[in-house]
């Protein structure tokens, strides 16, 4: 089960030529879902940011299963895969919520870095907050 979700609507700029949702826009939506799942967990990026951290994505991966309207009503679920010493893997999918249809997921790895964007282990108090959004 997904630790966290996200509500979303499509807005016509992110439409295609065929009023889907662009590709690009998922991206979009798998990133701002996770900055909301940061944020709810005490760990905004500007709040890392601050402590001399970032978090990086290293690695993404989409599949695109079925295409998003304009009308449609989605849920970004997000969480945390797998935790390792300098890296997490995160799993993201977006669903249709009128059917719980899965259209679009996504897996990332995702690592951290000092300030001036050198690789680096995060520190154990980094972890233990990034562990609250593992799957159960």
């Known amino acids: 089960m997904p630790v966290h979700r996200t509500p979303l609507t499509p807005r016509f700029g992110e439409l295609d030529p065929y009023n889907h949702v662009n590709h690009a826009a998922y991206v979009a ?5 996770r900055c909301v799942a940061l944020d709810e967990i005490g760990m905004s990026l500007s709040d890392l940011s ?3 951290f970032q978090i990086v994505v290293t ?3 989409v599949k695109f299963r079925e295409p998003a309207t304009a009308r449609d009503c989605l849920i970004v679920e997000t969480w945390i895969d797998e ?3 300098v890296s997490s893997v995160w799993k993201q999918q977006i669903l249709r919520d ?9 897996e990332l790895t ?8 050198k690789p680096t282990r995060p520190p154990a108090d980094l972890n ?9």
């Open 128 to 136: 233990a907050s990034l562990a609250q959004l593992m799957q159960e």
């Open 50 to 52: 601050d402590t001399g």
């Open 29 to 33: 939506y798998f990133e701002a879902a």
């Open 59 to 61: 690695s993404l991966e």
């Open 98 to 106: 009128s059917d719980n249809r899965l259209l679009v997921s996504a």
């Open 110 to 117: 995702l690592g951290v870095c000092d300030a001036y964007g």
């Open 83 to 85: 935790m390792k010493r």
